[in-house]
């Protein structure tokens, strides 16, 4: 079952702006991670945020996590068109990568030129 | 990194008829591979895990003889689509299970039954 949540469930901005998407997660998680998909295309890994980590920065990129709160922010600085794409969230409960993923709802982006 | 080979990209079948999805670990041994299922504008849900040699693992509500998986070989594991309706219509993406890979996803299948 799912049970990441993602908001905006879609988000419009102009070129240049900052994008911030959420996610809220229910159960204890290892780690925590953020996959870009363009239009009926496979998933991009962005970058991998661990349960015991606060922040962490990929370029343009920014992601929070709070334990407390079971949320984590995706910020995306300086938006390009190029970034139009769906964003999901998704949480791995054990230490390796060899476990399930449970995703969020997701949030569609688009970036206006 | 680990590579995961995922055929066809895109297939539209006839309601009734049988669909073949394959996944190939091009440089790595996988003895897990999930398999999701995505349908438009919607998340990822997890549909099974497959493990080689044995029996695949279905989510609850997956019914088990509509999604034949097949995992014979630590390089390929396959997700068969049988008598397809036009509600099996989705995008279907497997991902190994890599300890020491990070995270990887095959390109994913449109399939489209008309």
């Known amino acids: 079952s799912q049970q990441g949540e993602e908001d905006p469930q879609a988000l419009s901005i102009q070129e240049g702006e900052n994008a911030t998407m959420n996610c809220s997660y229910k159960?204890?998680?290892?780690?925590l991670q953020w996959y870009r998909q363009n239009s009926g295309r496979g998933l991009v890994h962005l970058i991998l945020?661990?349960?015991?980590?606060r922040e962490k920065h990929s370029g343009r990129l920014r992601v929070t996590l709070d334990t407390s709160k079971k949320s984590s922010s995706l910020l995306i600085t300086a938006s390009r068109a190029a970034d139009t794409a769906s964003y999901f969230c998704?949480?791995?409960?054990?230490?390796?990568?060899?476990?399930?993923?449970?995703f969020g709802e997701g949030t569609q982006l688009t970036v206006n030129p | 990194g680990a590579v995961v080979s995922q055929h066809p990209s895109r297939v539209i079948c006839k309601s009734g008829t049988s669909v073949k999805i394959e996944c190939r670990s091009l440089d790595f041994q996988a003895t897990t591979m999930f398999w999701y299922r995505q349908f438009p504008k919607k998340s990822l849900m997890l549909m099974a895990t497959s493990n080689e040699g044995s029996k695949a693992t279905y989510e609850q509500g997956v019914e088990k003889d509509k999604f034949l998986i097949n995992h014979a070989s630590l390089t390929l594991s396959t997700l068969t689509v049988t008598s397809a309706h036009p509600e099996d219509s989705s995008f279907y993406i497997c991902?190994?299970?890599?300890?020491?890979?990070?995270?990887?996803f095959g390109s994913g299948t449109r399939l489209t039954v008309v």
């Open positions: 991902r190994p299970a890599l300890s020491n890979y990070g995270y990887t």
């Open positions: 998704a949480t791995d409960a054990r230490e390796t990568s060899g476990s399930r993923l449970t």
């Open positions: 945020i661990r349960s015991n980590e």
């Open positions: 159960t204890s998680i290892n780690n």
